[in-house]
C-alpha cells in the first residue's frame, strides 16, 4: 500500500519559515503522480494549498501564492513544501498525497503547523 509520512511541522512566530517534507512509498510510479500539499485547520474542511504535476508544473491556492513553493525529489520519492512568511491562519495539520482524488485511498498522520506569538 502507499504510505506518506509528513514532517517537518512546528510552532513558529509570525513571519517565520518552515520547510515541509513527506516522504512517499509503496510505489513504483510516482514520478508519474501530480502530487499536493494539503492542509486541514480545526473547524475548516481540508484544502488543496499546493500542487506539482509531474512534469515540475505548479499551482497554489490565492491563500499562499508568493509565501509557499512546493517542489519535489523523483529520485527520492520526496515532495517538499517551504513555506515563508506564515501567518497565524496557516495553523493546521499538513498532510502530502496524490492530487487526483480516486487516488486519495491513504493518508498518513500529517504534520502539526502552528504559527503564533
Known amino acids: 500500500q502507499v504510505q506518506f509520512v509528513e514532517s517537518g511541522g512546528g510552532l513558529v512566530q509570525p513571519g517565520g519559515s518552515l520547510r515541509l517534507s513527506c516522504a512517499a512509498s509503496?510505489?513504483?510510479?510516482?514520478?508519474?503522480?501530480?502530487m499536493g500539499w494539503y492542509r486541514q485547520a480545526s473547524g475548516k474542511p481540508r484544502e488543496l494549498v499546493a500542487a506539482?504535476?509531474?512534469?515540475?508544473?505548479?499551482n497554489y491556492a490565492d491563500s499562499v501564492k508568493g509565501r509557499f513553493t512546493i517542489s519535489r525529489d523523483n529520485a527520492k520519492n520526496m515532495v517538499y513544501l517551504q513555506m515563508n512568511g506564515l501567518k497565524p491562519e496557516d495553523t493546521a495539520l499538513y498532510y502530502c498525497?496524490?492530487?487526483?482524488?480516486?487516488?486519495?485511498?491513504?493518508w498518513g498522520q500529517g504534520t502539526q503547523v502552528t504559527v503564533s506569538s
Open positions: 498525497n496524490f492530487k487526483v482524488v480516486r487516488n486519495q485511498n491513504y
Open positions: 506539482i504535476t509531474s512534469v515540475g508544473t505548479t
Open positions: 509503496g510505489t513504483i510510479f510516482f514520478s508519474t503522480y501530480a
